[in-house]
């Protein structure tokens, strides 16, 4: 242990539709790809419900039942599909290092970055207290434990617009928390939130504390123009803020911009390293969907198809 090392020519660190399409186009190139799945194999829509915007299936299809559709074709064209986790890298030189589970050492001459995106958290202490007794990150995911229950939702987002209208069909009542004025979110899940009659939608009001001793009773939230606070008894409470790349194990070798998110070449998915790609949620933070992630998947296999054979690989 600690010293295991294997080389390969393509490496993909990531499992959302971005590494999986880069692998199934990497496979056809005959780059012998190798992926790393990380700590939640298919990504970010294996904890949603229907994806209805991914073209092809026009009746709509489970995000995690679409997730292992893309790793059967990429195992169906060879790509080589492992669990494990990268917690180390240096592309200082080459080939490039990545470090897996933090025992294994591989060498690959290209690296395809497709780590994708986590949900963002308030920071409060009672927040990460109660994750887990109450506090979740995903109303599809938790929502289920909830039924019957006052449950609380902060964000204004189109995922905050969407887990409201998820969580008012199992709730009672659905109390969101809404920072400013005005929603983010586009009109159209606006407006779905607002005809929502079990959705009780609370403007200009900060989360100050979760309540609760071993799991979540209350919240006590302050309207920021009238600074009353009030404390309002929930079971369960929601986080829809955003989300953050998950590019730390990158810093001070990639590029990036002041959140984090990886720097790509416009219209390319080169980084500021030769030989380093990066595809999907972790470099894109205007579109996020699946289907531009799975674009950029494909982008970043053949960008790594053409620097290998300039390399002479
Ligand atoms: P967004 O970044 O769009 O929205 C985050 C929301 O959280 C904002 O309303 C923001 O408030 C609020 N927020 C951020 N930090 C805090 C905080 N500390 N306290 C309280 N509120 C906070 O993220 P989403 O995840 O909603 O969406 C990401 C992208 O995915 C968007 O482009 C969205 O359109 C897309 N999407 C599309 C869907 C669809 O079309 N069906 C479904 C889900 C997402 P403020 O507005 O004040 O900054």
Known sequence: MGNEIEKVSCLIIGSGPAGYTAAIYASRANLHPVLYQGIQPGGQLTITTEVENYPGYPEGVQGPEMMVDFEKQAKRMGADIRYGMATKVDFHSRPFKVWIDEEKEMHADAVIIATGASAKWL???????????????CAVCDGFFFRGKEVAIVGAGDTAAEEAHYLSKLCTTVHMFIRRDQMRASKIMQDRVKNTPNIKMYWNTETEEILGDKKVEAVRIKDTVTQQSQEIPISGFFVAIGHQPNSDIFKGQLDMDETGYIKTIPGTSK????????????????????????GSGCMAAIDAER????QGH
Do not use: P
């Open 307 to 310: 620097f290998l054979a300039a």
């Open 271 to 294: 980084t500021n390293i030769e030989g380093v790609f990066a595809c999907g949620d972790v470099q894109d933070k205007n579109y996020r969907q699946a289907v531009t992630a799975a």
């Open 123 to 137: 920071g409060l202490e009672s927040e990460q207290r109660l994750n887990g007794f109450g506090v979740s990150a």
